[in-house]
DNA sequence: CTCCTCCGAATGAACGTTCATTCAAGGTAG
DNA sequence: CTACCTTGAATGAACGTTCATTCGGAGGAG
């Protein structure tokens, strides 16, 4: 399948970012990574920025899904909060090289184009949940990227840091989170 | 003095990197902004490995300083983590260079060699206040690196960010803090 | 005081390397 | 044969680092 190569090739610059950072991620070190010529990611991408947000945009719209797979609606705020915390730091717990890359990529100039591009993506289902009557009645007036670095960096951090907790830990940590914007 | 121009050199590489990332800190831009020649630079630096670093200890040791200068001993646990918390943000705000600086150097792969450099420092304020047996006695059972991450990351990352917050809103998040990790 | 010598910090052009990007050539499917 | 995809060597710009050279001023000689 065409598309294979250029999953390969974002899959590729995630993980030598993740690892070696921007500096060890040349285009001819992320091609070899992906088993293909140096040449073909321009097949696929008009740039190294673009391999970039492409990679970017999709390691956030996994960490969505994922957060929200198996989200029972129906539950109270405060639980639906817990059960979404803790299901991104189980996403990025298991994909540590997601959680470095988004990490190295929203601390790097590439944080404002990757802003703009997440938005380009109107289903975000982090967006989805907050604007949700129930739970947008039991937050703090903040601006939205104040909850996200209380609310949620936290898990993403943690993930990436690679520390051992217990189950009895994240659910504190996951309540302190919510109590930080509640 | 002579060592003006290795400050100069530090902050130039300091004020480069949070503005535009390690890719837009290349040694002659980061002389340029020092107005120096590109050799003096290795003058008093072995490496740019030297120079991050060494901007890096430098701009920790300042936040430091900042934290802890004003900082009644005497207060209880739970308002000494207070104050500490927002003579950080303050510090951090007035300085959002330093703010951002220190975030990209995190995370990325100076990560490790910063920690080191770090914690070379045997008089680091934050480890001071930690080891207090008051704090100590207070605070949850987590690894260093998760207090930090959920009580002073915060911080560091709201004052990079650069979004207005009133002081009734500083305190509400100090607490929030507070209570993830106590 | 004037002159001359010497020192080492400061300089910036030059070096070798590595980067992102291109494209002519070769391969493959229909 | 045609049409398209893939390849990796080629390209020039930019990087970190070096080093032959410059130059202001300290200090001894007359």
Same sequence: chains 1, 2.
């Avoid at 070899?32 to 190294?48: L, P, Q």
């Avoid at 601390?107 to 591009?117: D, K, V």
């Avoid at 289903?123 to 739970?135: G, R």
Wanted: aromatic share 8%.
């Amino acid at each position: 399948m065409a598309t294979d190569r250029a999953v390969a090739v974002r899959t590729a610059l995630r993980t030598l970012v993740a690892r070696n950072g921007f500096h060890g991620a040349s285009m001819s070190a992320v091609a070899r990574e992906a088993g293909v010529a140096t040449g073909t990611a321009y097949t696929y991408y008009a740039s190294k920025d673009d391999v970039v947000l492409a990679a970017y945009t999709e390691t956030k719209a996994e960490l969505g899904e994922a957060a929200v797979a198996k989200l029972d609606e129906a539950l109270p705020p405060e639980q639906r909060f817990r059960a979404l915390w803790l299901a991104c730091y189980r996403h990025l717990k298991a994909n540590p090289t997601h959680a470095q890359f988004l990490l190295q990529v929203e601390h790097s100039p590439y944080r404002g184009p990757a802003h703009e591009a997440a938005l380009s993506n109107p289903d975000d289902p982090f967006l989805a949940q907050v604007t949700q009557p129930d739970i947008a009645a039991r937050l703090r007036p903040f601006p939205v990227d104040v909850l996200y670095e209380l609310a949620l960096s936290p898990a993403i951090r943690l993930a990436a840091n690679g520390i051992e907790l217990t189950q009895s830990q994240l659910d504190e940590i996951a309540d302190a989170c919510w109590r930080a914007v509640s």
